[in-house]
């Protein structure tokens, strides 16, 4: 399988500032990677699709202008959430999609907290 | 529309027990199945999946499940549950002929009692 990592594992940040959050495919190239956040006790939640070189696929309520994903390289995509709130307080997990392949491997997940 | 259950929400079993976790998924086309664990703070890992052929399949630490299409279930089983088991479990389902989403089940949280 793919060996996933993100960065930073957590961040704590103040309302009103951006941050991002890296995710990398070590061993492989990959052309498509997913966004996920997750609330305690909750599932995952997919949030968008990002597909090296062009734009990111965005999932039904998810604010393309809030969570800007760039996937510039075929082992980096970046997840920059713009103008945090608390309620942007979240596990945020990347993935890597093998081509032509139905499985994905999952980085370790950023803990993010807006205060 | 395609859905993923979990019926269970937290289990609790002693040490030693045998363990199973349920999953249910909904829709007609043919799935591909997964099974993930997922520590506190950790991302997902995979503990064993289903494409194709025997419907019993062994994953790692000692894990294994069968599809039962009849069922529309993918049941993880482990004989004897060991204390480092604790942890959330995730089913997921992709549907390859509607795309390579990924639908999560609402996870199993597992407590393990000495």
Redesign the interface.
């Known amino acids: 399988?793919a060996v996933?990592s993100?960065h930073p594992s957590w961040v704590i940040c103040k309302s009103g500032t951006s941050v991002k959050i890296e995710c990398r495919s070590l061993d492989f190239q990959a052309t498509?990677m997913?966004w996920y956040r997750q609330f305690p006790?909750?599932?995952?939640m997919?949030m968008a699709?990002s597909n090296e070189g062009s734009k990111a696929t965005y999932e039904q309520g998810v604010e393309k202008d809030k969570f800007l994903i760039n996937h510039a390289s075929l082992t980096l995509s970046t997840l920059t959430v713009t103008s945090a709130h608390p309620e942007d307080s979240s596990?945020y997990?990347c993935?890597v999609?093998l081509a032509g392949r139905?499985?994905?491997?999952?980085?370790?997940?950023t803990?993010l907290t807006v205060t | 529309a395609q859905s993923v259950t979990q019926p269970d929400i937290h289990i609790t079993v002693s040490e030693g027990a045998s363990l199973e976790l349920r999953c249910n998924y909904s829709y007609g086309a043919t799935p591909?199945l997964?099974w993930?664990v997922q520590s506190p703070?950790?991302?997902?890992?995979?503990l064993l999946?289903y494409?194709s052929g025997d419907t019993l399949v062994q994953g790692i630490k000692g894990f294994e499940a069968e599809f039962k299409r009849s069922q529309s279930s993918f049941n993880l089983r482990k004989p004897s549950v060991h204390w480092s088991d604790a942890a959330e479990y995730?089913c997921a389902v992709?549907f390859?002929e509607t795309g390579?989403?990924?639908y999560?089940?609402?996870?199993t949280?597992l407590t393990v009692i000495p």
Do not use: A, D, H
């Open positions: 399988g996933v993100q498509t997913f006790k909750q599932s995952l997919l699709t596990f997990i993935s999609g139905y499985e994905q491997y999952f980085g370790p997940g803990r | 591909y997964f993930y703070g950790q991302g997902l890992q995979l999946k494409f995730f992709v390859p390579n989403q990924f999560f089940g609402t996870g949280s």
